[in-house]
């Protein structure tokens, strides 16, 4: 009897004490964001392909580096063209703006047919396009929960991505 007053007792006072303790979460820094959510790509990508480990240990590796490079490029032509007011931009300046994110671009797809090249012997093409479209739709749902979010946003319609 006296065992379970005790125990009682114990558990009551982890509870009574769990919010005192408990601290706020600080935001993640953009890397460590970027991680997360390539790490939870990863883990869909596992699951919707059955992959295995060690199919994983080569993949993983190819994918973290294909990300960090169309995501920088991506942040470099969001950065370049809202930064700058196209009212007060000349031609010439408007025009270097745009060759420089065709640039980019074709960056991005050389990244994209190397990150193909890299895991063509360890998937098969459909596979491969399966992580594109995974990728994809990752990505728009992240977008639909930030825009959702965003109190401008509230009660419009957003296109939901499947």
Same mark, same amino acid.
């Given at each position: 009897m006296i065992k379970i007053l005790v125990? =009682?007792?114990?558990?009551?006072?982890?509870?009574l004490s769990l919010p005192l303790n408990a601290q706020p979460q600080k935001p993640l820094k953009p890397k460590?964001? @970027?991680?997360?959510?390539?790490?939870?790509? *990863? =883990?869909?990508?596992q699951t919707a392909l059955s992959l295995t480990e060690e199919q994983m240990a080569i993949l993983r590796p190819a994918y973290? *580096?294909? @990300?960090? $490079?169309?995501?920088r490029l991506n942040a470099d032509n969001n950065r370049q063209f809202n930064r700058v007011r196209v009212d007060t931009l000349t031609d010439e300046q408007a025009e270097k703006l745009l060759k420089e !994110? /065709?640039? #980019? !671009? $074709? @960056? %991005? %797809?050389?990244?994209k047919e190397k990150f193909n090249a890299s895991i063509s012997t360890l998937l098969t093409p459909r596979q491969i396009? $399966? /992580?594109? @479209? %995974?990728? =994809? !739709?990752? #990505?728009?749902? /992240? $977008?639909d929960i930030y825009d959702a979010r965003r109190p401008g946003l509230k009660g419009k319609d957003n296109i939901k991505h499947k």
């Open positions: 125990n =009682s007792f114990m558990v009551i006072t982890l509870f460590n964001v @970027q991680m997360a959510m390539i790490d939870a790509t *990863l =883990s869909e990508i973290i *580096l294909y @990300q960090k $490079r169309v995501t !994110s /065709i640039t #980019r !671009s $074709r @960056q %991005i %797809i050389a990244a396009m $399966r /992580i594109h @479209q %995974i990728d =994809s !739709s990752f #990505r728009h749902r /992240i $977008r």
